[in-house]
């Protein structure tokens, strides 16, 4: 697994970094978990966070190594792009979670829910999976990294806003479309981590793991509809 090493190894190598993306999370997180907050609005900070970490993360470095030119170097190489595409993302979901696992400690302490700690784990698992597979995809449709940030961001927000951080589902096209989103288990197993409600069952979230088991194959099965916009020209 090359490009797994390769994450790893790139991480790892960037003690500062990763520092940082260790300590800016409990900077900003912490006081919010800590805090007399409602139950709904530390979800919603957290859910926020979690997902944009895991969306800029992926889709900037994708469309910094396509303006390069790197990645057009790998792709032509031979390196399969579903390949690729599977290897970053399970090496970036890896990554992400290692430097969000202590502030999700933190929270999961100050609310009295450890007890739903491995609720949290997988839901955090599978919402960061998500994030950084589209991440290479919104790389593909764009061609600036203020444009990378933008999407990102938009496409993010739509996502949660769906899945009820901001407001909760009634019934109705709203209630399906949490049902479907594959960031509602991220909601509601952290709405169990603050105490807000029982751990939930990861089996109710099947609708939501079969969205992303869905875009995960079809990225993987039709790689040519997206990785041939990552071969930008070379700029001099």
Known sequence: MTIWR???????????????????????????????AAAPHRVAVFGVFLVFFGAFGSAI??????????LDEVLRAGYPAPRWLLERTLAGTA???????PVLLVLLWSGGGLRAGPV??????????????????????????????????????????????????????????????PYAPLRVALGAGVGAAAPADPSAWARSLLLVLVVTLGAAAFPTSWSRRLRWPRTP
């Not at 470095?61 to 790197?70: E, K, T």
């Open 6 to 36: 390769l994450a790893w190894r790139s991480a790892l190598r960037r003690r500062r970094l990763f520092a940082w993306n260790i300590a800016v999370p409990l900077v900003l997180l912490a006081p919010v978990a800590l805090s007399e």
């Open 61 to 70: 470095p994708v469309v910094r190594d396509a303006r390069d030119g790197w």
């Open 95 to 101: 990554i992400d979670t290692a430097q969000l696992l």
């Open 120 to 181: 949290v784990l997988i839901a955090t698992l599978v919402a960061l999976w998500f994030a950084n597979l589209i991440g290479p995809l919104v790389a593909a449709a764009v061609r600036s990294l203020a444009e990378a940030a933008l999407a990102s961001a938009a496409l993010s927000l739509l996502l949660l806003h769906l899945a009820g951080f901001f407001r909760t589902p009634v019934p109705g096209w709203s209630e399906i479309a949490a049902a479907w989103n």
